[in-house]
């Protein structure tokens, strides 16, 4: 529910501070102006017992004390209903609250008596000599019982004695703050809840982004697995007739984009976007080799408008969409295959080629259009396009203007 102990601790302090001062506002608040008074009126008597002393920082401490122990029950419960109840989170609820608000109700039924205990010698009878204040007038009626004091009525040009008498223990539906008592059961309950509602959803969106990128490694994996043993096969072959032919400066060349082709590809396990400038020199460098392979056989056609150049797309988002019309199409003399890769207005990068169907279909997993859409949706939360007429073949891939 919460990452550890202290943030616990922290946010329990917290709401127990701000809860505490709330309920106890309107004494606050009459402690300052009787405080004011006395400044500006000599002649102002002490302030009531319900206003210093023990009176006052009792209900401070008590509801302090009530606001931080439901809220450390309240996280605990929901501990133990966690490990009691899996799966079953209403239940949990359920449990927790009931028993947070039982614990409620007990401190509930120790408030008078901690109360009494507690200002014993402030609930004794209070003597306030009262002097040469006009107009003070003293009825035997005018007593102050704590939690619900009145004012002590003004006297007349005497000394006059004012009693406050000792409150009896009152019913449980009197009980001193009541009302207090229950909004701050409620908050605090409501408070936990609120937290745990919030602390499950962050908990998704971790485990979210963890299952993204496993999922990323695992297409990753596969992609590397469909790439690395037949394109290294076939680049060593194209290499080997090379060197056979006497080739030496196209040798050369050949190896630097071998070389620029495996860097690329090495590197793909630690970036997931790269600008369009990036892939397609890469895609130059492979369709080079790819040249070599299959001269007078195959071409390839690059444009891309130099405005969307720094834009980006997931890395080796183009090499199986070539792999994939190499692998299904007739390549020969008599019908070389034209591949061509541009851009468009709609801010797609297209991968297009004529459909030249072999006699025997080799068979096809779906592999690597499957890894590309699932990378797409994670990296982007695009979908890629795919146009499958009976001429052409083709693929659109969206790119973003998000900095790589």
Known sequence: MLRSGKSELLIGFTISVLLTLFVNFPMLMRSYDHAVNMTNDKYMMAPPVLLHGYFFYFPLVWFF??????????????????????????????????????????????????????????????EFIIKDVPNVKVSSSDKIIPGYGRPVSKARDRMETVAISRMASPPFFFYPQLTEHLF?????????????????????????????????????????????????FNSLNGLNSLIRNGEKEQTLTYLDELSNVFRYILQS????????????????????????????????????????????????????????????????????????????????????NKVQPKVEEEHSSGIGLKNLWGRYRLLTGKDINISNRKEYFKVSLPLSNKPV
């Open 65 to 126: 004390l009530f606001a931080f122990i439901l809220f450390m029950v309240d996280v605990q419960m929901y501990k133990v209903g966690d490990k009691l109840l899996k799966l079953k989170e209403y239940k949990v609820v359920l449990f927790a609250g009931a028993v947070s608000f039982l614990v409620g109700l007990g401190l509930l039924t120790v408030y008078p008596f901690a109360q009494k205990e507690f200002l014993a010698q402030d609930m004794e009878i209070h």
């Open 184 to 232: 701050v059961l409620l908050t605090v309950l409501l408070s936990v809840l609120l937290i745990r509602l919030l602390s499950g959803k962050q908990q998704m969106m971790l485990e979210y982004e963890q299952l993204k990128t496993e999922k990323l490694q695992t297409s990753y994996n596969a992609l590397m697995g469909q790439i690395n043993p037949h394109f290294f």
């Open 269 to 352: 396990n630690k970036k997931e976007m790269v600008t369009l400038a990036e892939e397609l020199q890469f895609v130059k460098a492979y369709t080079y080799l790819l040249g070599v392979r299959y001269e007078g056989k195959l071409f390839f056609s690059i444009q891309a408008e130099p405005a969307l150049l720094l834009w980006s797309l997931p890395i080796l988002s183009v090499l199986p969409l070539i792999e994939n019309a190499v692998k299904h199409n007739v390549i020969s003399k008599q019908y070389p295959l034209q591949i061509d890769i541009y851009t468009t207005g709609e801010n797609m990068l297209v991968v297009s």
